[in-house]
DNA sequence: CGATATCTGTAGCGAACACTACAGATATGG
DNA sequence: CCATATCTGTAGTGTTCGCTACAGATATCG
């Protein structure tokens, strides 16, 4: 069955990937309806129609990120067989995509709202969920390498990931804040220098507090 | 000479501090005037007469942080001797003071306002210098050490201090979304893994990543 | 063609925002 | 005691916010 009424007049998924790209640079509370229906080219009332509301607007232009501009890494998080590579890739693709100039600089489920303490917003609570999202699929990658053999049965994968999932989301502020990218480079890089470290396992860690 | 005129009836410091908390809690965009009044205990003229104005309040309630809460560690990041030791305690100092249950969680220099990117508005400026003053003390509380001989020439201090903030600056996220403080310890620890082998140079870090 | 359904543009809704005019209150300086 | 200066509380200001009522336009269905 055809739709009947009067046909759309506007593209819905170009409106939302410029909707998209404005929540991106200018955060969720940050962007304003008139600026909403300015850049996607349409009315407040066209919008309501297709999107219900600032925040369901909002919500798909978060899943559209997802899928299109910062899910790549993130699915090659489980497709490149060995864990330390992935690891390693997701940092450098992160930090090459965070300081490329075509985008805006930075992960939009880090940066795209206020960091509200309380926060029973939809909104915040869809972005942690997608934070949160990421931390488990770092630790699940890990954890897959320790029942693979890769890494050793003692292998803290729950701080592995919060580790380098802390890293990537620092690498968010740092990008916002103008670094280069050989600047995140040398942070992606960084982390990596004490994988092996990571692998000695737990004794390691702890002789490594104990000298402090 | 002393003051004339009717006396304040408040506590300007006691406003103050409680004026930061909010904003800490809230951030600057999220917290409204009139939280801040009933906050202080105090009416909107008392506030305008007192900081001038809501910026100016919130900048004043930034510089109390940075003397009080934020400031502490790093203060010692200068006066530790050690530069190992000096980074291990800034890293861990902060995985125990953004997990305080007496305060809110993260820090507020990183995310006290939204992260726009234009942003010309001023309060945003001040806190991207802020940041950027941090990272400058890491880089130079690395430098001194080379010049001092615990370093060694080649060490990469600007690369270093990059990854050291963002690891921290991430913490500040992961807080927020609740992280424990041995989870916040563990991404402590695991940054002073590849410590090690950022003191071994250059060359370490060139094969580190040639072997991806 | 008529009935129906959906979209578009105008125009404006009530609420919340940061901020302030003003009058009364309360101190000091002479 | 009077003049002056500052603070306090009431009661607003104009602006911007997200959102929508309504009428006209444009499509399909029968």
């Keep these: 069955m055809a739709e009947r009424g009067r046909p759309r ?5 170009e409106a939302l990937e410029r909707a998209m790209r404005l929540f991106w640079t200018k955060t969720y509370e940050g962007t304003s309806l008139a600026e909403l229906t300015e850049a996607m080219g349409i009315n407040a009332p066209s919008l309501y129609a297709a999107f219900g509301s600032k925040e369901g607007l909002f919500r798909e ?19 490149i067989p060995d864990a330390r590579t ?37 909104v915040h609570r869809e972005l942690r969920a997608r934070r949160r999202e990421n931390l488990d699929q770092l630790a699940n990658r890990l954890r897959r390498a320790v029942t693979e ?3 050793p049965a003692d292998f803290d994968a729950a701080g592995a990931a919060a580790f380098y999932l802390s890293v990537q989301t620092g690498m968010s502020v ?3 804040d103008g670094a280069r990218r050989e ?9 990596m220098l004490g994988w092996d470290r990571w692998v000695a396992g737990g004794a390691a860690v702890k002789s490594s507090l104990r000298s402090s």
């Design 174 to 176: 740092l990008a916002r």
């Design 61 to 79: 232009a978060l899943a559209h990120y997802s899928d299109r501009a910062g899910g790549g890494f993130w699915k090659e998080l489980d497709e």
């Design 183 to 191: 600047a995140l480079e040398a942070v992606a890089r960084g982390a």
């Design 9 to 13: 007049g506007f593209d819905r998924t």
């Design 149 to 151: 053999g890769e890494l």
């Design 86 to 122: 992935a690891v390693e890739h997701l940092l450098l693709a992160t930090a090459a995509a965070f300081s490329d100039p075509a985008d805006p600089p930075g992960c939009l489920i880090v940066l795209g709202a206020q960091h509200g303490c309380d926060d029973g917003d939809a």
